[in-house]
């Protein structure tokens, strides 16, 4: 067997180096691009890949002079303008890091790691709206979205294996890629492996350091973890990141409930209920935190708002019953009655059902029904 044309083999470890990087062995990266450029000094390529590795591992100055100087050789290279930016962020230098990734954009509008480049730069810069849209830009220009979008379909419909099959294909691919490493966290956390979620987590934000998805997951992944306090910081920065999203406010009111905030996790629920109506469990939520505080009628409120929403919900008669001094009405032990002589009704909503109408014939004294 004859031996690999030389171009050939160089071009195949400029490959693996790049691999390497994408994979977070940044230290092995360097040692091999620094041989190449022994063999090859000035290698645009691995120029470029030696000043990411560079800023993987923390060396900003060396970065950001390794890659000034390569695009004043080749001012067109957008991945090392990309990466210059980031380099730039890194250092604290946000408004030149936002001009060079403007630069890329203008003239590659598609260009999906300068989008992500970008939300985190505004985000750096408090741009909190524009930043929103540079996130959904990228998401738009994955180059794997359409998989991405398909294995996501898998995960909420708990086809965990497809999902999983989908997103470690995407990660063969590119190890680096924020999307499939924060689903195959999902995928971790939900099988109760909550340290690999948050390896994963972690270098996803390398990648992107204020990915909406990333922060999402480690906030849920701590959560798990009973790191409340950290959990609670990153659900805060979460909310920053997009304000809009019901889930990250229910983290929030998650962990205030286990640190004993009362007040803020009843903030956050409301304000949960505020983007998602139709939620009848947040409104049972609110519910119970509203009883905690002391607000009896705000209590009884919420929970008969949760039955307006579905009448058939078990668990709030239940916690309807087990407020102090509450009567229920005939309408109400009626349509009691009724869910429990149905045969749509599960064993634990016929438990609850049992224990409030229970507490509805105690009330007007029929005891044999009520036993």
């Given at each position: 067997?004859?031996?690999?044309?030389?171009?050939?083999?160089?071009?195949?470890?400029?490959?693996?180096?790049?691999?390497?990087?994408r994979?977070?062995?940044?230290?092995?990266?360097?040692?091999?691009?620094?041989?190449?450029?022994?063999?090859?000094p000035?290698?645009v390529?691995?120029e470029?890949?030696?000043?990411?590795?560079?800023?993987?591992?923390?060396?900003?100055?060396?970065?950001?002079?390794?890659?000034?100087a390569?695009?004043?050789?080749?001012?067109?290279?957008?991945?090392?303008?990309?990466?210059?930016?980031?380099?730039?962020?890194?250092?604290g230098?946000?408004?030149?890091?936002?001009?060079?990734?403007?630069?890329?954009?203008?003239?590659?509008?598609?260009?999906?790691r300068?989008w992500l480049?970008?939300?985190?730069?505004?985000?750096?810069?408090?741009?909190?709206?524009?930043?929103?849209?540079?996130?959904?830009?990228?998401?738009?220009?994955?180059?794997y979205?359409?998989?991405?979008?398909?294995?996501?379909a898998?995960?909420?419909?708990?086809?965990?294996?497809?999902?999983?099959?989908?997103?470690?294909?995407?990660?063969?691919?590119?190890?680096?890629?924020?999307?499939?490493?924060?689903?195959?966290?999902?995928?971790?956390?939900?099988a109760?492996?909550?340290?690999?979620?948050?390896?994963?987590?972690?270098?996803?934000?390398?990648?992107?350091?204020?990915?909406?998805?990333?922060w999402?997951?480690?906030?849920?992944?701590?959560l798990?973890?009973?790191?409340?306090e950290?959990?609670l910081?990153?659900?805060?920065?979460?909310?920053?990141l997009?304000?809009k999203?019901?889930?990250?406010?229910?983290?929030?009111?998650?962990?205030?409930t286990?640190?004993?905030?009362q007040?803020?996790?009843?903030?956050?629920?409301?304000?949960?209920?505020?983007?998602?109506?139709?939620?009848?469990?947040?409104?049972?939520?609110?519910?119970?935190?509203?009883?905690?505080?002391?607000?009896?009628?705000?209590?009884?409120?919420?929970?008969?708002?949760?039955?307006?929403?579905?009448?058939?919900?078990?668990?709030?008669?239940?916690?309807?019953?087990?407020?102090?001094?509450?009567?229920?009405?005939?309408?109400?032990?009626?349509?009691?009655?009724?869910?429990?002589?149905?045969?749509?009704?599960?064993?634990?909503?016929?438990?609850?059902?049992?224990?409030a109408?229970?507490?509805?014939?105690?009330?007007?004294q029929?005891?044999?029904?009520?036993?």
């Open positions: 067997m004859s031996a690999p044309h030389p171009q050939a083999a160089f071009e195949q470890s400029v490959r693996h180096a790049h691999a390497a990087l994979a977070g062995q940044a230290a092995s990266a360097e040692a091999l691009l620094r041989q190449l450029l022994l063999q090859d000035g290698e390529n691995c470029w890949l030696l000043g990411a590795a560079l800023l993987e591992q923390g060396k900003v100055p060396e970065s950001i002079a390794t890659l000034e390569l695009l004043e050789r080749a001012p067109d290279f957008a991945e090392a303008r990309v990466d210059l930016a980031r380099a730039y962020r890194r250092d230098r946000a408004a030149q890091a936002r001009e060079q990734v403007r630069r890329v954009l203008e003239k590659t509008p598609h260009h999906h300068a480049a970008y939300g985190d730069v505004l985000v750096d810069l408090a741009q909190y709206p524009d930043a929103q849209v540079a996130f959904e830009r990228a998401r738009l220009t994955d180059p979205r359409a998989r991405t979008e398909e294995a996501t898998a995960l909420v419909a708990d086809d965990r294996k497809k999902a999983e099959g989908i997103f470690r294909e995407i990660l063969t691919l590119d190890a680096a890629h924020v999307a499939a490493l924060t689903g195959l966290a999902a995928l971790s956390l939900a109760d492996v909550s340290g690999d979620a948050e390896r994963l987590l972690r270098h996803a934000l390398r990648q992107s350091a204020h990915s909406p998805l990333a999402r997951g480690l906030a849920q992944t701590l798990a973890q009973g790191r409340l950290e959990a910081a990153a659900a805060r920065h979460g909310v920053r997009e304000p999203n019901p889930h990250t406010w229910i983290t929030i009111a998650g962990v205030s286990r640190l004993m905030r007040d803020e996790a009843l903030t956050a629920y409301e304000q949960a209920a505020q983007l998602q109506p139709p939620d009848v469990r947040l409104r049972l939520s609110i519910g119970h935190v509203q009883k905690t505080l002391g607000k009896r009628p705000e209590s009884e409120a919420s929970y008969k708002a949760a039955l307006e929403l579905d009448p058939g919900f078990a668990e709030a008669y239940w916690s309807l019953a087990d407020l102090k001094n509450y009567s229920f009405s005939a309408a109400e032990v009626a349509t009691m009655e009724q869910l429990l002589a149905s045969d749509k009704r599960g064993r634990a909503n016929e438990a609850q059902l049992h224990f109408l229970g507490r509805a014939y105690e009330q007007r029929q005891y044999p029904q009520a036993f």
